[in-house]
């Protein structure tokens, strides 16, 4: 089974701070995406790599920027943290020309 | 980017009762897939439906799409209370687009 794993549950920082939210596949995947989610807005899509040091901006790439130095790992990096940032943030991947994206459990970051 | 929306924003039936959910898009699409979210926990994909296809089934699931309409169904049958959860569609041109989700509550 694909495992998509998210480097915490819950996190909690404060306005101003650089946060790196990490996320790592086991299953050989090309393609891995950043989302987050907030109520009555559904999932947005922020970033999404199609390979190693490849990134293209999704729906809402401002105040983020994203990593994937080794296919297995993409990571999601706000520089400077903001309340209106806090939200669930949902990792996901899939294969080169696959349908279906497999997602992570999610981290819910809260910024104060 | 379009988006796929669904209707109702929440249900709530008994345990035994069937579910359905709908999702009506813009344009035109690759397939449809339908995602389920336990609360607080990532999505979980459950079925796919390609452009040229009208209906799929998978379990206890059956999945309709009428292309003409630009509209899917998810349809739950015999519902049970672990099937509580938001349900969501996604829409796939060139990327997957979600929807805002249906969140479904199976009463014991």
């Known amino acids: 089974d694909v495992k998509v794993t998210q480097s915490s549950r819950y996190l909690v920082k404060r306005t101003g701070e650089k946060v790196f939210l990490e996320c790592v596949q086991d299953?050989?995947?090309?393609?891995m995406f950043w989302y987050r989610q907030d109520p009555g807005l559904g999932l947005r899509l922020i970033y999404f790599?199609?390979?190693?040091?490849?990134?293209e901006k999704g729906d809402i790439p401002e105040g983020y920027s994203v990593s994937r130095e080794k296919k297995e790992r993409f990571s999601l990096i706000l520089e400077s943290a903001s309340t209106n940032q806090t939200s669930m943030y949902l990792c996901a991947s899939s294969p080169v020309g696959g349908d279906t994206q497999y997602f992570g459990p999610g981290t819910r970051l809260t910024v104060l | 980017s379009q988006q796929g929306e669904e209707d109702p924003q929440a249900l709530s039936i008994q345990e035994g009762e069937n579910a359905t959910m709908n999702c009506s898009y813009k344009?035109?699409?690759?397939?449809l897939q339908w995602y389920r979210q336990n609360s607080g926990r990532g999505l979980v994909h459950l079925i796919l439906?390609?452009?040229?296809?009208r209906e799929k089934h998978s379990g206890r699931l059956r999945v309709t799409l009428d292309t003409s309409k630009k509209s899917s169904s998810l349809l739950i049958t015999a519902s049970r209370a672990a099937d509580t959860a938001s349900y969501f569609c996604?829409?796939?041109?060139?990327?997957?687009?979600f929807g805002k989700g249906t969140k479904l509550s199976v009463i014991p």
């Open positions: 790599s199609y390979d190693v040091k490849m990134k």
């Open positions: 996604a829409t796939d041109d060139y990327q997957l687009t």
């Open positions: 344009t035109s699409i690759n397939n």
């Open positions: 439906i390609r452009s040229n296809e």
């Open positions: 299953m050989d995947h090309e393609n």
